[in-house]
């Protein structure tokens, strides 16, 4: 060993003796942190799924790819930050001697040429996600990015890091090359070889890039290690049991968000029948209480903003974003962590844990973070502003795209629960909502005894529950198809086109209430239970002896159709649901209905939210539009998984939209920006947004917003009187 290699390796020793204290230092914190929220046992079932699902989804990069050019350069850094780990391993070897390598691979030629390889595409990746980044810089002309609010320096460290990592892995080997120390053959390493050829003979280049490479990385793992909340890099290693205990591992990929998490408290979901919010947690008051898997999310986001950017809030102008909301909650639970371990906190009923010794030799900031309300204003000082929290639509497309698999959904309704029923704190316009789902069973308030006014008129009998002997389909109406006008000509299409195919189908008629889709978003989840516990019931005694898979639902609202499908399981109600553009789509593929004359005047389809990206049912409403429209369907720019909201979904329909554009109004344009005549929906709460979107454009008379039934009802019966006035009922 020379004087080189002895100072080389005293430098790599330290540096990385320094660098592994603070690392371990780091995850003991962070772990500390993580374990302050709530059980989750559920996170724990499944393991074998659960690792499945995470080794999928991140070797497969099933989110990233989604996103073309960046995915693909994401995947050679992630597969290079893991195989080229191997190489800076490696540098430890050759600090200490100049032809040092790893032990036994590392004079495989196959390892010099995977290590070439990956070397080479991982050097590609991160210079494409340097220049995207730049691209994309909050601050360049042209207004908000997806990265508006990320840490922007902590992105360009890391990225320089592993591209000096990179840099340096070849200077190494170039050196081997031109001190004749280096094994492997130019066909296996040609970049090496053409790096050793421009560098000189020097002997202790190899030992000096070495120790450059390891104080590079270990720089990386010391800043990090002193920044716990720098995402972008620690989701390397936190992205892994994020996924792994991710809500419903084993729902096909595919296959939808599945049901809103339920109210747990210690872990355990809420009876209502004997909760008591002095001893049980009422949704989330306090950081702490979520659960532990709900700080592991917002440990691990890497505020790459691709939640941000399809988020209908923050796109219309609105102060929510995803991405900031759980930077917000992540800043928060580490500041206000030290405060916690000393053993703080508020007990239910609001008293302090800690006793004055206790507390006596806290860091003020830690105190100060302590006495932040969760929920606030900026004068109060809040975490989280309440035109954030009530801003979400719960239209799952922060969900949908974010690559380590946050559940912002479920953290935005568990601080909405808490704001309902502890502190009846919401919009006051969506007062009236609940009260009259409380006391009439349908947000409208409507008398129930007018549910099945829809059916006036039609020429035919719609069958009820326990009048017919026998029915295939439950017919669930839903409240806006019984007393919304638009949304009953809906009902009365698919109605008539049921019995146009000779489908046996019953209502329930005045039997039905409320699915509580509304109540549960909003947070109300005493009513959502109640209206769902009474449902469950009805609809058991409606299907009484009947197996699972004949238990046989459509539903004309893809909010109902989502609460009955995922939710009511959770109460005892197992139930096969459809929406009706699948059955009516199967109804037209099995030949049972007949369209006989193509709608023309261009069509565009507007995917709801809660039948698309909830449920995955993207290709129904379209086969059934294929089928009954003249040409082909013309597809929106935000379609299918992309699908921008309507602005109804998450009770915003109740509420008022008082900040920045209508989210209606951005839709409708995007919609009559493709010059199709009408837009095709598959639920009442769209097709009212959507209405009012285009009337308030003045452009009622140019553009029609109807549902895809009544779309199809127009092609297999033409000469029946349809349109759009309410007084002429479709089928009647
Ligand atoms: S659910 Fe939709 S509206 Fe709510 S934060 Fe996510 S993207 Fe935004
Ligand atoms: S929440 Fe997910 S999608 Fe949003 S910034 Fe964080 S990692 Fe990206």
Redesign the pocket.
Known sequence: MGSVQIVTTILAAAITAVAVWLAVRAVLKMVAVIRLGQPAPERFTDKITRARTMLVETAGHTRMLKWGVVGAAHWFVMVGFVVLSLLVLEAYFEVVTTDGGLPIIGHWTIFGLVTEIIGVLGLVGILVLMAIRLRNRPTRPGGRSRFTGSTMWQGYFVEWIVLLVLIFGFVIRGFKVATDHFEFPVWATPVSHAVGAVLPAWADGVSVAAAIKIIISMTWLIVISLNVTM?VAW?RFLAFPNIFFKREPARPAGSGLGALRPMTSQGKPLDFEEADPEKDQFGVAHVEQFTWKGLLDFS?????????SQCPAWNTGKPLS??LL?LSLRDHAYAKAPYLLAGGGKDLTGEEKATQAQLAHLDVLALAEADKPLIGTAEEGGVIDPDVLWSCTTCGA?VE????D?E?VDHIVDMRRYQVLIESSFPSEAGVMLRNLENKGNPWGAPQNTREDWTKGLDFEVPRVGEVDDFEYLFWVGCAGAFEDRAKKTTRAVATLLNEAGVSFAILGEGETCSGDPARRIGNEFVFQMLAQQNVETLNEAFEGREKAKRKIVATCPHCFNTLGNEYGQLGGEFEVVHHTQLLAHLVATGKLTPVQPVDGGVTYHDPCYLGRHNRVFAAPREVLGDAIEGDLTEMPRNSERSFCCGAGGARMWMEEKIGKRINVDRVEEAMATGARTVAVGCPFCSTMLNDGVNGKGAGEQVEVIDVASVLLRSVKPQQPQGGKETTPVGG
């Open positions: 995402g989701h691990t986001c890497t505020e790459c903003g691709r939640c941000q995803p991405k759980v922060c795209q974010c690559p380590v946050i912002h």
